[in-house]
């Protein structure tokens, strides 16, 4: 016991050392807080859905291609946001529904009407943002099949 007490006290007693232990406490304690960081700052923006492609079928959404607007997402400061996309894959009639995301690491949870989706972002950089995502199911649509599908948007 009283080693250890005589280390802990060595260590303190030097200033040097104390200065390169609070050093190394302060760049292992933030590192992922600035990961989260980059990440918000960098989803911070609008996103036009460039792809939805079934990851298992490799079958890709379709999307009008008639269309003035685009679907998109739009990334707000402050975890929300706006979703533009399709109301039917046959016209060009869009719909908007409010957001709220989170960022987590790699992981981005998007919340649209009390409904949350998780995926995990393989890129996220000033130009494209790419995230993968597991469906369970689709209740309004009867569709129960289970899959992933891979997201990619570009920034606008």
């Known amino acids: 016991m009283k080693k250890r007490f005589l280390l802990t006290t060595n260590l303190y007693n030097n200033p040097y050392r104390l200065l390169c232990s609070l050093m190394a406490l302060l760049i292992l304690s933030c590192s992922s807080d600035d990961d989260n960081n980059d990440q918000q700052k960098l989803i911070v923006g609008e996103f036009e859905i460039l792809s939805i492609v079934e990851t298992s079928s490799g079958e890709i959404t379709p999307f009008p291609s008639d269309c003035d607007d685009v679907p998109s997402i739009v990334f707000n400061n402050g975890s929300t946001g706006i979703l533009t996309a399709f109301d039917s894959f046959t016209e ?53 099949d289970i899959g992933d599908e891979t997201w990619t948007l570009r920034r606008l």
Do not use: K, M
Request: include cysteine; proline fraction near 0%.
């Open 92 to 144: 060009c009639v869009f719909v908007e529904d409010n957001i709220t995301y989170i960022i987590n690491g790699n992981t981005l949870t998007l919340i649209v009407d009390s409904l949350a989706v998780t995926a995990e972002i393989t890129t996220l950089n000033e130009t494209t943002l790419i995230f993968e995502t597991r469906l369970i199911e689709d209740i309004e649509f009867g569709d129960n």
